[in-house]
């Protein structure tokens, strides 16, 4: 069982900058596929950045070149580091977790955090 806390969203202009952080608990994430998913309202949920079992990072296309996905094993948390942010990147953020294998839709979720970026 792995539980996932997520952090650090809130409001901020286009342009501005944000870091999420998702803490785990149950599993140790070095060893675990983790990725941040977001969902705007009316819209299907995607995923904007994964961490593969092997460390291989991905992102959507969307986001390449703004947002950064990281992991600090000795703190047990992953990150996402949103750099120009644009209001089209207002949604409830997701961490989410498999243990063995990478899925479209993982097993493990967090409770979602809040980003608002105003034009």
């Known amino acids: 069982q792995v539980q996932l806390v997520e952090s650090g969203g809130g409001s901020v202009q286009a342009g501005g900058s944000l870091r999420l952080s998702c803490a785990a608990s149950?599993?140790?994430?070095?060893?675990?596929?983790m990725a941040w998913f977001r969902q705007a309202p009316g819209k299907e949920r995607e995923r904007v950045a994964r961490?593969?079992?092997?460390?291989?990072?991905t992102y959507a296309e969307s986001v390449k070149g703004r947002f950064t996905i990281s992991k600090d094993n000795t703190k047990n948390t992953l990150y996402l580091q949103m750099n120009s942010l644009k209001p089209e990147d207002t949604a409830m953020y997701y961490c989410?977790?498999?243990?063995?294998?990478?899925?479209?839709?993982?097993?493990?979720w967090g409770q979602g955090t809040q980003v608002t970026v105003s034009s």
């Open positions: 961490f593969g079992l092997s460390g291989t990072t």
């Open positions: 989410a977790a498999d243990l063995y294998v990478c899925t479209t839709y993982p097993r493990y």
């Open positions: 149950g599993y140790t994430i070095s060893s675990i596929c």
